[in-house]
């Protein structure tokens, strides 16, 4: 089976794409399964794309391999798009989601259900040694709730309603989440170029 990796310390993605890409036969591996530590990328790019690039291309440099990186996040409409790139760590270091949420509805005080419209935004990036990366992008419209609900997924799912959808992103089932996600969505771009990337990797 082929191995891809999967430059991301985040648990919640590591699962999502493991699920996703299960279902072309390929196997991910994420920053957190290889055994040598690698120290944290700064994401110091202003947009998901920047920061997808960095992601991808520091670690296919460093292992002279094809890597897909996932820069995501929130933009609110009423906070101007925000937390936007900075979601990871929008209520500082050491990042929190729970914090994270609390700070977002903080800032969403008193703002009526009707005005709470937000996006989920996820830009993938594939980076192959000596080639020009490749970018691919995807969205999920929705609206932020009051209160937290529900227990699956991570980062801001307890707080985001899809569009056309009464439960939050983490009350619904991980399958249904893959369904309509920014992620899915992004890679359902992603899938006309996946033989290409396959081939240039070793079995
Ligand atoms: O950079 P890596 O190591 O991949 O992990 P990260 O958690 O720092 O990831 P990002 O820099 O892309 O920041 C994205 C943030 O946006 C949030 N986010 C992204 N996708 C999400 C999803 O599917 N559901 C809920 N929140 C999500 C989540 O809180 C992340 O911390
Ligand atoms: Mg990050």
Redesign the pocket.
């Known amino acids: 089976m082929k191995q891809l990796i999967i430059?991301?310390?985040?648990q919640?993605?590591a699962k999502?794409f493991n699920v996703f890409f299960g279902q072309f036969h390929i196997n991910t591996i994420s920053?957190l399964d290889l055994s040598e530590t690698i120290p944290d990328?700064e994401?110091t790019g202003t947009t998901?794309e920047e920061?997808a690039a960095i992601?991808a291309e520091t670690i296919a440099n460093r292992m002279r391999i094809p890597v897909l990186?996932?820069?995501?996040?929130?933009m609110i409409d009423a906070l101007d798009g925000r937390?936007g790139v900075y979601?990871?760590r929008y209520a500082g270091e050491p990042?929190s989601?729970e914090a994270?949420i609390m700070k977002v509805l903080g800032e969403l005080e008193g703002i009526p259900a009707e005005q709470r419209h937000a996006r989920?935004v996820?830009v993938l990036a594939i980076a192959i040694p000596e080639q020009e990366t490749t970018y691919y992008k995807g969205f999920c419209e929705g609206s932020i709730v009051v209160q937290p609900r529900g227990t699956h997924?991570?980062?801001?799912?307890p707080v985001?309603i899809p569009d056309g959808y009464t439960k939050t992103?983490a009350e619904l089932a991980p399958a249904e989440?893959n369904n309509i996600?920014?992620?899915k969505n992004a890679i359902s771009r992603l899938e006309k170029d996946l033989p290409y990337v396959m081939e240039q990797l070793a079995d």
Not at 7 to 10: I, Q, R, S, Y
Not at 69 to 74: I, K, P, Q, V, W
Not at 153 to 157: A, E, S
């Open positions: 430059a991301t310390k985040n919640g993605k999502e920053l990328i994401e998901f920061n992601k990186a996932d820069d995501s996040g929130l937390p979601s990871a990042k989601d994270n989920f996820c997924g991570f980062g801001y799912d985001f992103m989440k996600s920014h992620r």
